[in-house]
């Protein structure tokens, strides 16, 4: 995979077993939730329906305001009915994300959390993913 950037959000494709990767480093905002969603819609559109991997590992500061809690939690992805995967620390920074992957999942959603990439991968069954930069369009 090419390497990935300290951007606030960087996105890969694997077109061979429609993934999406999204990464995510420093603050993590509403803003980059509506970022996501936007370039997940577009992905969409051309090539279809897709799981996604959304890797936190790299966040320092969950900074969705309470206020905005409901918006972040409403289901506001792009591409519903897909498997989602979501990568983050044990650590007390994700707890509201964690909160909301295991609601979620428990409720029979599509959404599980795990701690490292691998696992991630290992869940969707993919052994060699070949992920490439998403160009915005």
Not at 54 to 62: H, P, W
Request: include cysteine.
């Amino acid at each position: 995979m090419s390497s990935e950037s300290d951007l606030p959000l960087a996105l890969f494709f694997d077109q061979t077993n429609k993934v999406l990767l999204a990464t995510f480093s420093g603050a993590f905002t509403l803003q980059i939730t509506i970022d996501l969603d936007t370039a997940a819609r577009a992905l969409q559109v051309r090539h279809g329906p897709f799981a996604v991997v959304l890797d936190f590992t790299k966040v320092t500061e969950f900074a969705i305001q309470l206020r905005d809690w409901p918006q972040f939690a409403a289901d506001r992805r792009a591409i519903r009915g897909t498997r989602r995967i979501m990568i983050m620390p044990a650590n007390d920074i994700f707890s509201p994300i964690r909160l909301y992957g295991t609601q979620r999942g428990g409720a029979g959603g599509d959404s599980d959390v795990v701690s490292t990439r691998d696992d991630a991968f290992r869940q969707l069954g993919l052994r060699c993913p070949a992920f490439e930069p998403v160009v915005p369009t």
